[in-house]
């Protein structure tokens, strides 16, 4: 069946540093991919997403480009903050021509950042 | 919008109590999902409903789980009677119908915890 792997953590990282989170999936179909992030005490919020290959999802300086051919959906962001610290969960919907199936996560992956 | 709206935020009970979790979706969606994360596990499925019906309920641990959706603005999700290892942060989410429609708008969460 379809399932998403990402990077085990925790990932530390100082302020200002690159960061890169791994996912890579397994889909019978086409799925859209997603990141979700998770700060803490919270629910998790869509952070971005892509529906076909060679799409690039971003949102507040982070991208994650839709690798076909690879099966991958990185995380990256150049120049990371304290206030990103948080779990990000990477997600794929394989719903081929049948609306509402369920999204499938990652298990997450913590990532803490230090002044 | 008010978002997905979750309550109790925090619940503690006692063994072998009954538990009920409450979520009102996001108006207009037509799909809601339960979910169980914990520390171990990670983040399951344990339900989800399309148009108030139940459509794959697989994820739901153990008889002493059930959920229902009496109406499009409300559900229920309730462990009778409850054990230590339900101890754990619950979250609602919502999403529109429809295909590449398949991003979820996750609730705040009720934390709960079985003594």
């Known amino acids: 069946g379809d399932s998403v792997t990402q990077m085990e953590g925790p990932v530390t990282l100082s302020e200002e540093a690159f960061l890169t989170i791994n996912c890579t999936y397994t889909a019978t179909g086409y799925p859209s991919l997603f990141w979700y992030v998770q700060y803490p005490g919270e629910g998790l919020q869509l952070l971005l997403k892509?529906?076909?290959?060679?799409d690039k999802g971003s949102n507040k300086g982070f991208e994650a480009t839709y690798r076909k051919e690879t099966t991958s959906f990185h995380l990256e962001k150049g120049s990371v903050q304290v206030s990103d610290s948080a779990v990000y969960f990477c997600a794929l919907s394989d719903e081929g021509n049948q609306a509402g199936t369920a999204l499938i996560f990652g298990k997450g992956t913590t990532l803490s950042v230090s002044s | 919008d008010a978002g997905v709206i979750q309550s109790p935020r925090h619940e503690v009970t006692e063994m072998g109590q009954e538990v009920t979790l409450r979520c009102k979706p996001i108006s207009g969606h037509d799909y809601l999902f339960w979910y169980r994360q914990t520390m171990m596990r990670g983040l399951e499925l344990l339900i989800y409903f399309n148009n108030n019906v139940p459509i794959d309920d697989s994820g739901m641990p153990e008889d002493r789980f059930s959920a229902k959706m009496p109406n499009a603005s409300f559900s229920t999700l309730k462990i009778q009677p409850s054990e230590p290892r339900d101890s754990a942060v619950y979250f609602c989410?919502?999403?529109?119908?429809?295909?590449?429609?398949?991003?979820?708008?996750f609730g705040p969460g009720t934390r709960l915890l079985v003594l």
């Open positions: 892509a529906t076909k290959a060679d």
């Open positions: 989410a919502s999403r529109e119908k429809g295909l590449q429609q398949e991003t979820q708008y």
